[in-house]
Nanobody, 118 residues
Framework: QVQLVESGGGLVQPGGSLRLSCAAS????????MSWYRQAPGKGRELVAG????????NYAGSVKGRFTISRDNAKSTVFLQMNSLKPDDTAVYYC???????????WGQGTQVTVSS
């Protein structure tokens, strides 16, 4: 059974930090590129950050570059998103996604809420 389980969301003040985790199971984690997406109320889902299968290459949305860091631990089948200097505009549900590009297979997690407010 494929599972992507996000955790680490919550309420934080502007300028604060959170670390999201996404634990994967039920599939060959190292075959998959991993990404974090987010969806704010009334908006579409947008790509926040991505990391290649081996972790050697990362990419970020312009709005989070320099503040967020994506990483992965292939031994633990887990991907992380370290979020620093959080802003109210970062408020959204954050989703983890796994992509096996060669066969066009992908999975989504259930999401975790991040709220940045004073």
């Amino acid at each position: 059974q494929v599972q992507l389980v996000e955790s680490g969301g919550g309420l934080v003040q502007p300028g604060g930090s959170l670390r999201l985790s996404c634990a994967a199971s039920g599939f060959a984690f190292t075959n998959y590129r991993m990404s974090w997406y987010r969806q704010a109320p009334g908006k579409g889902r947008e790509l926040v950050a991505g990391i290649t299968e081996g972790g050697g290459t990362t990419n970020y949305a312009g709005s989070v570059k320099g503040r967020f860091t994506i990483s992965r631990d292939n031994a633990k089948s887990t991907v992380f998103l370290q979020m620093n200097s959080l802003k109210p505009d970062d408020t959204a549900v954050y989703y983890c996604r796994a992509d096996w590009l060669a066969i066009r297979r992908f999975y989504w997690g259930q999401g975790t809420q991040v709220t940045v407010s004073s």
